[in-house]
C-alpha cells in the first residue's frame, strides 16, 4: 500500500495557467482516496467538514455552503437561481466572464443591463451608482478577477455602493478566480454570494463548483415567485442536503463526487489550518504578484490592466511586445518546462498571456521550490530569445 | 516520485453497493495526476480517447459523446436539451430514478405521461405500444437498471416496439446503474440516447456525467424551434468542444475534470483494450449475479424483481427475512468489512437491501480478489446472526 508520506507526485512541467494549478501531493493522495459509499459514517464528516471550512476561507460566519459536481461553470447556473423570468440584474462587466455570467443569466430568463469596462479597467463606483438610481435591479453580478484579463474589482466598494444607493439588490460575487488568492470578507463587506470552483486559489483539482449564499440570499432565493428553472443546480434540491451533511447525517440528491470532496478537505486543511495562515497567505500571494510584476515592467511588458491598483494577486496578463506573438513565446517557455496561458479575451487574444501562480500551497507559500524566480527566468529567456528571432 | 507500478491504495472496507464502486489501483493513481492544462498538447488525446472508447463500450459508429463535469443525476438535465416546453414524453418507470428523470423533464416544460411497473416489475410491451399509439411522444425513457430495485428492462424489445408503432419517437436509456455491466447494443437495438455516469459499470470515480447522443438525436436537438433553456448542460455549448477534443484540438466552455478524466481514460483502457474483452466482461458479470443471486436464495432471500429474466446483472436487492431490518443486519456487515446499500424505493425502503458488484476491472473479473465469495459469506453470516439476536 501507498501512503501520504510516501506519495510523491509524478514529474511534469510547471502549470502556472490561471487553473488549474500546481496540486500538493498530499491533495492528488487524497484524490485516490479508495472508494467509498457517499452515505457512509466515514465520508458524511469530510463534507461537513468541507462545508465548513469553505465558510472559514470566505470569513462568514452564517454563510450557506453549495459544494456541487460539475465545472466553474456550472456555478454561473447555481447562482441563477436567486432571479426569476423578467426581473432585472446588472453585471458589471470587465471581460470574457461578465459575458458568460450575462449569458447564464439570460437563459433563465433574467433581462441584463451591462457596464463594460474598457479592457483592463474596471466599472466606475459612479457608474454603478446611477446605473442602480436608474432602475430596481435584482442583482448586481462583478467578476472579481476576470481570469481572461487579470483585472481586480473592488469588491468592498462595488459592495458598500449597492448597500448605499439600493439596500434589496444582492451583490454577487464570481469569485472563481479570487477566492483564496485575493482578500474576500463576506460578512463584513457585505457580499451576499460569492461563487467559485476548486481548480484555483483552492488548489484542488478541477470538478467542484462551490457557491456560498448569505442567509439575506437564502431568503430571496425562498421568496421566489415561481419554482427554479433548473433542475440540477437547484437550491431547493440541494439546500437540505447540504444541511443533512453539515449537522452528519447522509441525504440524497446526486452521489458527490467522492474523492473530489478528499481532495478539497486536504487543501482546506492546509488553506485554514495550516502554516502560514489565511492572512498570511494572502500575503505571500501579494509579494509574488509583485516579484512577477517588477520583473515583466523590467522587461518591458505592459500588463493588461490599465492600473496596479485594479491587478489581480493571483495571476498576471502581460501583452507581448511589439512584433511578438504567442506562437513565438508559449512554445520557447513549454521548451523551458513552464507552462503559461494563452489570451482569452476576444478584443486582443492573441496579443497577450496570462500567468497564474495562485497555489498558495505550493507555488507561492513554499519558496524553497523557487517556482516564481523559475516562472521569472524562463520568461526573461523566452521573450528575449523570441525577439532576437525575428531579427533574423 | 510514486509510480502506477507501486501505487497501492489504502486498505479498506470492501465497498459493494450499486455505485461508487471499488476502483482499481491505476484507476486511482490516475486520479493523482499532476495538474494539467486543460488545453495543453498532452491533455487534448487524453479526452480525445475518452470520447472514442465511450462509443466502444456502447457499441456505436457513430453515436456523439458528451462528457460533462457533474453527477449522474446531472446527466438527466443533458437529455433535457431533447424535449421543448409542452413536449409529450414517456416515462417507463420502474423505481426511483424514473420520478427522477420525470422531475427533471417536468422542469424544462415536457408534459410527462408515466406507465409504472409494480414494485420490482417491468412495463409491458403491450402497454409500451398502446401508449405510443394514443398520443405523439417526442421521447421515451426508460430505467435500464433501477438502482432502487435491481430491475432490469429489456432494452432491445423496447426500442423495437418504440420503433415499430411510433418511428418518430427517440428511445432514450437511462444507463447510470447498468452502462459496461449489462449489453447495450445502441446501433444495433436502435437506441438513440445513452445517459450514465463514471461511477459504476465504468469503475471511475464519481464526479463525471456521461451521454451518448445518435445521429438521429443530434438532428432533433438541431430542429429545436426555441434555444434550450439550460445552459451549463446545453448540448449547444458542449457538441463544439467535444468535436473539437475528438479531432486534437482544445476548444472551452467549462474546465473539464481533468484528473477524472485521466482516471476515465484508465478505466476505459482496461474495458476496450484489456483482457477480458468486453463481451467476456459481461459474460463474467452475469456469472458472478448469479452466483450471489443462488447464494440469497439459499439464505431464503427473496429478490426484489419478481422474474429473474428482468433482475440486473450488475446489482442485486433482497427483501430481508421475516422480522429483520436495515439495522439488524447493515453494522453487521459492516463489522465484516463489506459495505452494501440500504434500500431506497419509497414503498419499501426499510425492507431491503442492495448489492452491487458492478466492477468488471475488480470484484467481478478478478477471481482471485474472492470479492463474491466474501460478500456471499458475509451477507449469510450477518443475516444468521440477526435471525438468531431476534431470537433472544
Redesign the interface.
Known amino acids: 500500500?501507498?501512503?501520504v508520506a510516501?506519495?510523491?507526485?509524478?514529474?511534469?512541467r510547471l502549470?502556472v495557467?490561471p487553473?488549474?494549478?500546481?496540486?500538493a501531493d498530499d491533495v492528488?493522495?487524497a484524490?485516490?482516496?479508495?472508494?467509498?459509499?457517499?452515505?457512509?459514517a466515514e465520508f458524511v464528516p469530510v463534507l461537513g467538514d468541507c462545508i465548513r471550512m469553505t465558510r472559514e476561507v470566505l470569513l462568514t460566519a452564517t454563510g450557506q455552503p453549495f459544494l456541487?459536481?460539475?465545472?466553474?461553470?456550472?456555478v454561473?447556473?447555481v447562482a441563477?437561481n436567486l432571479v426569476e423570468p423578467d426581473e432585472d440584474v446588472l453585471v458589471l462587466n470587465t471581460g470574457y466572464f461578465g459575458d458568460s455570467f450575462a449569458?447564464?443569466l439570460q437563459?433563465?430568463g433574467a433581462k441584463v443591463d451591462h457596464i463594460t469596462a474598457e479592457v483592463g479597467g474596471v466599472v466606475s463606483q459612479a457608474d454603478i451608482e446611477s446605473a442602480l438610481k436608474s432602475k430596481k435591479y435584482k442583482i448586481v453580478t462583478f467578476t472579481h478577477v476576470d481570469t481572461s484579463t487579470g483585472v481586480l474589482s473592488d469588491a468592498k466598494s462595488i459592495a458598500e455602493t449597492v448597500k448605499k444607493v439600493s439596500p434589496e439588490t444582492l451583490t454577487v460575487l464570481d469569485g472563481v478566480c479570487s477566492v483564496a488568492s485575493e482578500e474576500i470578507r463576506m460578512d463584513d463587506w457585505g457580499i451576499d454570494v460569492v461563487l467559485t470552483?476548486s481548480?484555483k486559489g483552492l488548489g484542488t483539482?478541477?470538478?467542484l463548483s462551490i457557491l456560498v449564499a448569505s442567509q439575506k440570499a437564502i431568503k430571496v432565493y425562498e421568496s421566489r415567485k415561481v419554482?427554479?428553472?433548473?433542475?440540477?443546480?437547484?437550491w431547493k434540491k440541494w439546500l437540505p442536503v447540504m444541511q443533512a451533511y453539515e449537522k452528519g447525517s447522509p441525504a440524497?440528491?446526486?452521489?458527490?463526487?467522492?474523492?473530489?470532496i478528499y481532495a478539497y478537505h486536504a487543501s482546506l486543511t492546509r488553506i485554514t489550518k495550516g502554516s502560514p495562515n489565511l492572512t498570511e497567505r494572502l500575503k505571500l500571494h501579494k509579494l509574488a504578484s509583485q516579484k512577477i510584476k517588477a520583473a515583466a515592467k523590467g522587461l518591458g511588458l505592459r500588463q493588461v490592466p490599465l492600473d496596479d491598483n485594479f491587478a489581480a494577486n493571483g495571476m498576471s496578463a502581460f501583452y507581448f511586445p511589439e512584433g511578438v506573438t504567442g506562437p513565438d513565446v508559449l512554445p520557447r517557455l513549454f521548451k523551458k518546462d513552464v507552462?503559461v496561458?494563452?489570451g482569452?479575451h476576444k478584443a486582443m487574444k492573441e496579443k497577450y498571456f496570462r500567468v497564474g501562480f495562485e497555489h498558495m500551497g505550493i507555488s507561492v507559500v513554499d519558496e524553497r521550490r523557487g517556482d516564481i524566480d523559475k516562472v521569472i527566468a524562463s520568461i526573461k529567456e523566452a521573450i528575449g530569445e523570441a525577439i532576437e528571432s525575428k531579427k533574423v
Chains 1, 2 share one sequence.
Open positions: 500500500m501507498s501512503s510516501t506519495f510523491k507526485q509524478d514529474p511534469h502549470l495557467i487553473g488549474p494549478i500546481e496540486v492528488l493522495y484524490n485516490a482516496h479508495p472508494s467509498m459509499s457517499h452515505v457512509s456541487i459536481a460539475g465545472s466553474g461553470t456550472l454561473l447556473q441563477s449569458e447564464c437563459t433563465y470552483a481548480q483539482p478541477p470538478g419554482p427554479p428553472n433548473s433542475y440540477y443546480a437547484s440524497y440528491f446526486a452521489t458527490p463526487p467522492v474523492n473530489l507552462i496561458a494563452a482569452l
